[in-house]
């Protein structure tokens, strides 16, 4: 069944914690990205990665870290850095050279104890 | 930088009525622009997208009209049912870089009254 998984669904994290937000995916795809969605704002880019072993920062990196060691995985950092890091987080991935249609994960909700 | 404007943030339309969001883009480059449908708790999934190539796409009951020398585009939907209440986000991509990346608009929450 090919898609794209995030996990967990819900993650609870005290504050001064770094938390990591799993996605993967078996599409074959080499874009993966990151957003972060707030009620009104949409979605905003963290980090978004064309290929393995590099990525660059989007418009809100500040607080987030992210790696890509495998073309199926893209995880996520949520470090203590992030002032205020309770959100719903999304994971994508596409094929970027055709602009063609981003795939979502189902999201991860993460909340600040 | 990039940006996408989308209004209006919410619209709320009798069932069978006709609905319209509307987005505004800034980047010249832009050339790629789909829409997305989040149904609560879910995840966005694309209902329809259009390239800078077209000026209007249309499948079923909904449509999407673009003007590229204003940098806007729009969604139609008509015969609106209460299965299209969602959030819709708007998007635009620039194929330069090659990196697919999107920019998102703020989203419009659609009820749909029966």
């Known amino acids: 069944d090919g898609g794209i998984t995030q996990s967990p669904k819900y993650l609870f994290r005290k504050e001064g914690q770094n938390v990591t937000l799993s996605c993967e995916q078996n599409?074959?795809?080499?874009?993966m990205y990151w957003y972060r969605q707030d009620p009104g704002q949409g979605l905003r880019l963290i980090y978004y990665?064309?290929?393995?072993?590099?990525?660059q920062k989007g418009d809100i990196a500040e607080g987030y870290s992210v790696s890509r060691e495998k073309k199926e995985s893209f995880p996520l950092t949520v470090t203590s850095a992030q002032k205020n890091p309770t959100a719903f987080y999304l994971c994508?991935?596409?094929?970027?050279?055709?602009?063609?249609?981003?795939?979502f994960g189902q999201g991860t909700r993460l909340t600040v104890v | 930088g990039e940006n996408v404007e989308q209004h209006p943030s919410t619209l709320s339309v009798q069932e069978g009525d006709s609905a319209v969001i509307k987005c505004t883009y800034s980047?010249?480059?832009?050339?790629?622009f789909p829409w997305y449908k989040q149904e609560l708790g879910k995840r966005p999934q694309l209902i329809i997208d259009?390239?800078?190539?077209?000026g209007e796409k249309k499948d079923q009951r909904i449509a999407v009209t673009l003007n590229k020398t204003a940098k806007h585009f729009s969604l139609h939907i008509t015969e609106t049912q209460p299965e299209d209440s969602a959030v819709y986000f708007c998007?635009?991509?620039?194929?330069?870089?090659?990196?697919?990346?999107?920019?998102f608009g703020q989203g419009t929450t659609l009820q749909v009254k029966p």
């Open positions: 994508a991935s596409s094929i970027p050279h055709w602009n063609t249609e981003a795939f």
């Open positions: 599409l074959n795809h080499d874009a």
């Open positions: 990665s064309q290929i393995v072993n590099d990525f």
């Open positions: 980047d010249s480059a832009s050339n790629y």
């Open positions: 259009i390239r800078s190539n077209v």
């Open positions: 998007a635009a991509s620039s194929n330069s870089g090659n990196t697919g990346k999107l920019i």
